[in-house]
């Protein structure tokens, strides 16, 4: 007879290798054919509502690692949320205006900006958001991302914009608007204002140089021939100079340098010389900064004064306590030029070029100019030192080129009009890390007036039209809602596509009597755009406001968290969000930041195609994301292996479920043995630690947790234990139900609780578990920790517990046996055991059929005391001897032992296997 026959082996057409790149996509196009997210928003219809509201990403590019772990992060909440109770839907948007989309036109088509129509250069700007759009979208389907991605939220269509434009309306009607000439970061190589959340700081080589404003009128203070010396690090700025600021409180000393007199501050006095080169500088007087408020000093190439003023931003620093004033170009310059009444000079203009107001100069690049002016300064005798120093210095984070401050007419918010409103909202909001709440909170309260114009093109108008006859600006509630339906019919475009008298609405007058108006030809920032989503996307859509969730990367504090606070609390008193979770940004498997120079780049499709979405997403579920996480090939490959095992671990119990219905076939949890059960309280515990673990947002908890349920307590101990019973046994036997049933239970209960993670495997799983009726696990709910299963008695759980820790040692025998090849399999071998301990010995007499167990033949439990031989293996608390086994082994379960041959009816096999073939195989043919 062919006794393999009447074997139950493991059956199942799932197969071992995973596939990804190739079964995924097959997966996705089931989903979308079923229309997947419809049915799961269909059937959580009802339940409380969460919502994650999606930061939208900027279309431009395909997907870097960062939005792949920001999409990824944010799909398995909704998913984990969506099977633990909540309707959680999940609406996906695009960031589509301002000046990258405006400048990959211009290279692409190799455009002057100037010379194309405004409208025309709008649509060729659109034409390109929408294509990266669909080609963004189909990258985020592809990583599984479930959402309503046939109707996501645009910035650019025309039903958003006209709620952009109501909550501007909204912040204008409160006196939040308003029009002021400025400093502000203005970045020659973009031509337009920037708002702070638009640096980025990096390294920068420029000139330090040491310069001196001679005194001609000392106010009885200073003789003439003294000069003050500055020190700035912007040469071009030296043209608008208008005067120089001291501290009041600080002490300053003239001193003697051979035949010349300067003034600088003691306590810079030491520093100063040291880089001007001075040599044994003579102090010959001091004075407090106060006392030297009014003195004149000639301008050292043009023939204007500098008073010398007072000022509290002055520092000790750097320098020399004596700062070079130029209210056209620093913020503290223009406010304390504007408490002395010097007027604004800012000879640069939108493009970075000296104008006329700075003569000699004129036509003059700012950055070039640097030399030139340094070089009238030695010509007048004025310069006392140049060198360079490397040092940060503001970028514009679109173009990564320098930025300046430039005075200029612009729109601002007024942050001060509802700063503290602002900073009670965050005392409201939940904050992942908790750091979060402090760090924009700080910069709440430091923040300035919000820039929100900007001298572009490709952005959301700002809707307001100045009266031709008094130049006043008109902002108020009907000229707002005319415009917003405006926009909602015909789009923004339709601001540049005709003339103001063709814009205001019907019978507009100016307090004046004027009804002749021009319109602003300036956009906004695209921060108010997306900072206006929860107005637009949540309200809009009748989804719960405030959201429940902002999930995005920490650089969203100065961006997307804090220009949707502004708007939330201006508009409505409150933040947009009850909760902020935040990433960390990606590094390569060195702790490097990722750059394409360096080569060190992870591209998610290159992932995708090689391994497939489900590993990158289990790498996402197992890192700390709230710091840096590094992510290579290395650690892909680790990921992969850990993916392999919990793959192994479903086909395994996939396979010993063939034949298995539940409905009929399950045991009853009375009847289990002690070790099903033990192993069914085992996973119980992992239900509440992973409902936990998603409840708190720790995915990396639910990374080891069932990966370590999966490979310890079931591979390596209960799936090992088992085999016998489910291949050998008589296939109706309790004992091979019964660990049928354990099987059944654990397959539903970890392909529910890792589904948020890893959805396309899961998926796959479920289409052969038997017994199953939903369509997908998906439309399913994560399991509840059985009470029942929990309740197995503290005494048995510390039992087995301790059972797995002597197992773990005498294994560790058994393996150093089997190197010096004692056996060969386990069940060819025999355990003689001897306990160091009462403890270890009670707990080994405890168990039944300690064989089976340690999956060997036979062993013999001594008592402890017992002399044990020398060939005794010691361990922690146990001598173990390995040994063959005594018998012959049976052809059909191959364990060696004493009675085989005992049936004559089958001499090949142990009594047990022969009474099962009567039985159960008679039919099985020789």
């Known amino acids: ?26 997966i996705q196009a089931a989903w979308d054919e079923k229309k997947i997210y419809q049915k799961v928003q269909e059937r959580t219809k009802g339940r409380p509502s969460f919502v994650l509201h999606d930061g939208p990403p900027y279309a431009n590019g395909n997907l870097h690692i960062g939005h792949a772990l920001n999409k990824i992060l944010k799909d398995i909440i909704v998913r984990s949320k969506s099977m633990t109770g909540y ?32 409208i025309e250069f709008r649509k060729l700007c659109e034409e390109y958001a929408w294509s990266y759009i669909d080609i963004q979208r189909e990258q985020f389907k592809r990583l599984g991302v479930r959402g309503d991605w046939e109707n996501p939220y645009v910035t650019l269509t025309p039903e958003y914009e006209a709620h952009q434009i109501r909550v501007f309306g909204e912040m204008a009607k409160k006196g939040y608007i308003y029009k002021g000439l400025r ?22 080589r420029s000139p330090s140089i040491y310069v001196s404003f001679q005194v001609v009128d000392g106010k009885g203070k200073l003789d003439t021939d003294t000069g003050v010396v500055i020190w700035t690090t912007t040469p071009w700025t030296i043209p608008a100079n208008l005067a120089i600021s001291l501290h009041p409180e600080l002490e300053y000393s003239v001193v003697k340098v051979d035949d010349r007199k300067f003034l600088v501050a003691s306590g810079l006095l030491e520093a100063a010389s040291k880089e001007i080169g001075w040599e044994n500088p003579e102090v010959l007087a001091t004075f407090q900064g106060s006392e030297l408020e009014g003195v004149i000093t000639q301008h050292p190439f043009y023939d204007r004064t500098s008073p010398l003023i007072l000022g509290e931003h002055v520092t000790l620093d750097a320098g020399t306590g004596c700062v070079h004033t130029a209210p056209g170009h620093g913020e503290d310059d223009f406010a304390i030029g504007k408490k002395y009444n010097l007027g604004v000079l800012c000879p640069v203009d939108h493009e970075g070029k ?76 939940k904050w992942m890390p908790h750091w979060g709440e402090t760090r924009l909170a700080n910069m709440i309260a430091d923040r300035g007036d919000w820039c929100i114009s900007r001298q ?186 850990v993916y392999r095992k919990i793959r192994n671990t479903f086909r395994f119990l996939l396979g010993n479920l063939d034949g298995f219905d539940p409905a009929k076939d399950r045991i009853a949890y009375e009847q289990l043995g002690e070790l099903d059960r033990y192993v069914l309280a085992k996973a119980a515990q992992v239900t509440d630690r992973v409902r936990k673990a998603y409840g708190e947002y720790q995915f990396h908890t639910v990374f080891h947790t069932v990966h370590n349920f999966c490979v310890i307590d079931l591979s390596s101990f209960y799936l090992d234990i088992c085999k016998d019973r489910l291949y050998v046994d008589a296939p109706d036997s309790l004992r091979r139900r019964a660990a049928q049933t354990v099987m059944y239970d654990c397959l539903l209960t970890l392909v529910k609780l890792i589904a948020p993670i890893l959805p396309h495997t899961t998926d796959e799983v479920w289409g052969f578990i038997p017994g199953v009726v939903e369509e997908s696990v998906q ?148």
């Not at 400093?183 to 700081?201: F, G, H, K, N, R």
């Open 183 to 204: 400093c502000v970061y203005w970045s020659p190589s973009s031509e337009t204002a920037l708002a702070d959340a638009e640096i980025e700081y990096k390294d920068k």
């Open 456 to 641: 572009r093109v490709w952005g959301v108008p700002i809707p307001i039209f100045y009266c031709k006859a008094c130049n006043e600006p008109i902002i108020n509630d009907t000229t707002i809602e005319h415009i917003a339906e405006l926009f909602r019919k015909e789009g923004s475009s339709v601001w540049f596509a005709r003339e103001a008298n063709e814009l205001v609405p019907q019978g507009l007058t100016c307090e004046c009597g004027c009804t002749e108006f021009r319109k602003e030809t300036d956009i906004m920032d695209v921060w108010f755009d997306s900072g206006s989503s929860h107005q637009a996307v949540l309200k809009e859509r009748g989804m719960s406001w405030p959201a429940d969730m902002y999930l995005e990367g920490s650089d969203q504090y100065r961006g997307w968290f804090n220009s949707s606070l502004s708007t939330a609390v201006a508009v409505y008193g409150t933040a947009p969000y009850k909760s902020v979770l935040s990433h960390g940004f990606t590094l390569d498997g060195e702790g490097r930041k990722m750059s394409k120079s360096l080569g060190n780049t992870v591209v998610p499709q290159e992932v995708i195609d090689k391994l497939g979405a489900d590993i990158l997403r289990l790498w996402v579920a197992s890192v700390d994301y709230q710091s840096d996480m590094r992510i290579s090939d290395a650690i892909l490959s680790q990921i992969a292996e």
């Open 354 to 429: 000296m104008t006329s107001e700075a003569p000699g100069f004129e036509g003059l690049f700012y950055e070039d100019a640097n030399k030139v002016v340094t070089e009238k300064l030695q010509e007048k005798g004025a310069l006392l030192k140049l060198s360079f120093l490397t040092h940060s210095y503001p970028h514009d984070w679109r173009t990564k080129k320098p930025v300046i401050y430039r005075a200029t007419e612009q729109w601002f918010a007024s942050i001060d009009g509802f700063r503290e409103q602002m900073l009670e909202a965050i005392k409201n909001v």
């Open 1 to 26: 007879m062919d006794y393999s026959k009447t074997l139950q082996l493991p059956k199942t057409d799932f197969p071992m290798r995973g596939n990804l790149p190739n079964r995924e996509p097959q």
């Open 87 to 118: 309707d959680a839907p999940y609406v996906p948007g695009w960031d589509t205006h301002g000046l990258p989309i405006e400048q990959a036109i211009i290279n692409a088509k190799g455009l002057d900006r100037r010379s194309i129509e405004a």
């Open 779 to 926: 439309l399913t709910d994560m399991p509840e920790a059985d009470p029942t299963h929990l309740s197995f008695s503290a005494a048995a759980t510390d039992k087995w517990d301790a059972f797995l820790e002597i197992r773990a040692e005498v294994l560790k025998a058994m393996e150093e046996a089997r190197r010096n090849k004692v056996f060969g399999n386990s069940v060819d071998a025999k355990l003689a055991l001897y306990p160091d301990s009462e403890q270890v010995a009670t707990t080994l007499a405890a168990m039944d059929d300690l064989a089976d167990l340690f999956i060997v033949a036979h062993v013999d439990l001594h008592p402890v005391g017992t002399a044990a031989p020398a060939e005794a293996v010691q361990m922690e608390d146990i001598r173990v001897v390995v040994a063959p086994a005594d018998g012959t082994k049976c052809e059909r379960c191959r364990v060696v032992k004493l009675d085989v041959g005992t049936v004559a009816a089958h001499p090949t096999l142990c009594e047990r296997c022969a009474t099962i073939v009567e039985k159960h195989y008679a039919h099985v043919a020789e």
